[in-house]
């Protein structure tokens, strides 16, 4: 006897099987015919593994307005309100704007989130409410915190020693921000200190690196020196890498070997960087998106991250990562047929990669968390962005939608609209 089988649905790969799960497993994907005390009909919907956010910024979320909007639309518009709100919002007020958050994401389908945490103030009230917040929501949903000196790791006094305590509380992964820093100097420092922390500490690392327009801006470099030196190869990530879209090209041919020789991933945040960069270009107005499909070319794993909801940095968002997929196909231009499915794949396996989650995937042993959408494909997906019908964490149902048609009446005549083509 199965607990869920999920009958008859269209895996991403196009294959139609149907998914027997029992406790928190995947036991059968294929034909099933054994009992289960819950069936639910797939036929003709996608059945994805969940959608996966390799990179956010849980503390800051749904605080829009707080204390004021950003006028500018800049990146340091957005970190200089930050800065004022990260001084008065308590412990309480952040856990309950995230886990207002996180049921938005379960209902997307949304089921693994990395998220940087501000370390820069001395008292740590944001590392205390994302520890309160990832041990709340852990029944149903995986969270992993990167300890991120948002101001600097050496522009504040104690900026690199918070980092450390904030690990030493138990956040999950080393963070950084070496074009934040006083010079470029210090930021290559910043990167060679945190790499060894990371590597002595046998944690991940994730950097916000050269989110700037600045074409001089190439701390990725040195990222990439570092990860090769300690070996960390793809549990380093280079987040953002805004600075690449604007990088000569013949410096660019030698970078791109250097990234993908040290195994590390990359993370673009395309709903965010194409609102933030640019701002102080006139014509042709720059677009802030990395070299995606020219990193891929060379084996290089890069996801989709969605940075930012309803924050000093972005002012919209729904924790839909499809949007997120949608907003990078577009700036990315990645139109071909397997561009568009790899789209769709960034957003699960490429970013479960980057995350590293154990057994994640729709095969026999693997964490029986999936989705079911109300579309018939990973492109036409991509297309609808379209209700998420069912969402299975862990083996448990955690959310369960009616399908959403359009009924017209058109002149007498009645019709019904779906979106699928
Ligand atoms: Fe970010």
């Known amino acids: 006897m199965f607990d869920l089988v999920i009958k008859g649905g269209t895996l991403p790969d196009g294959t139609v099987a149907d998914i027997a799960i029992r406790g928190d497993r995947i036991v059968t994907v294929g034909k099933v015919d054994a009992p289960a005390k819950r069936v639910v009909d797939a036929t003709g919907d996608l059945v994805t593994p969940p959608f996966v956010d390799p990179h956010f910024h849980m503390d800051a979320v749904l605080s829009y307005g707080l204390p004021r909007v950003n006028a500018s639309g800049t990146l340091l518009e957005g970190i200089g309100l930050w800065g004022e709100l990260r001084e008065i919002a308590t412990v309480d007020e952040m856990v309950t704007r995230a886990l207002r958050y996180c049921d938005w994401a379960v209902s997307m389908g949304l089921l693994a989130i990395r998220t940087h945490v501000d370390t820069t103030p001395d008292h740590l009230r944001g590392v205390e409410a994302m520890l309160e917040v990832k041990a709340r929501v852990a029944p149903y949903l995986d969270l992993q ?75 990725v470099e040195t990222m990439a020196r570092e990860v090769t030196r300690h070996g960390l190869g793809g549990r380093a990530a280079g987040s953002h890498l805004t600075s690449m879209h604007s990088m000569d090209n013949y410096y660019v041919s030698k970078l791109l070997p250097l990234i993908a020789e040290s195994g590390m991933t990359a993370i673009p945040n395309p709903l965010i960087n194409i609102t933030l960069q640019g701002r102080h270009d006139t014509f042709p107005k720059r677009r802030g998106l990395t070299r995606v499909k020219e990193m891929q070319a060379l084996g290089i794993t890069v996801g989709w991250g969605q940075d930012c909801v309803l924050d000093p940095w972005y002012s919209l968002g729904t924790a839909d990562m499809l949007d997120v997929a949608f907003m990078g196909l577009h700036v990315a231009q990645m139109t071909h047929p397997a561009e568009m499915q790899r789209c769709f794949t960034m957003v699960t ?73």
């Open 145 to 219: 915190l990167v300890a991120f000196p948002q101001d600097g790791l050496y522009r504040t006094a104690t900026g690199r020693q918070n980092v450390i305590r904030a690990l030493d509380m138990g956040v999950d992964v080393v963070g950084g921000i070496p074009h934040f820093e006083r010079t470029m100097e210090e930021g290559a420092e910043s990167l060679r200190d945190l790499a060894r922390m990371a590597a002595e500490r046998g944690l991940m690392w994730d950097v916000h690196c050269d989110e700037t327009d600045d074409p001089l801006s190439r701390h």
């Open 349 to 421: 396996e490429h970013n479960a990669r980057i995350m590293g989650l154990q057994d994640y995937g729709l095969t026999p042993g693997s964490v029986a968390s999936l989705v079911v959408l109300d579309a018939g494909n990973p492109v036409e997906a991509l297309r609808l962005r379209p209700d998420r019908l069912l969402v299975v964490s862990k083996g448990r149902v955690v959310a369960e939608r009616q399908r959403n048609d359009c009924r017209l009446d058109l002149a007498g005549r009645p019709a019904t609209v779906r979106r699928r083509f």
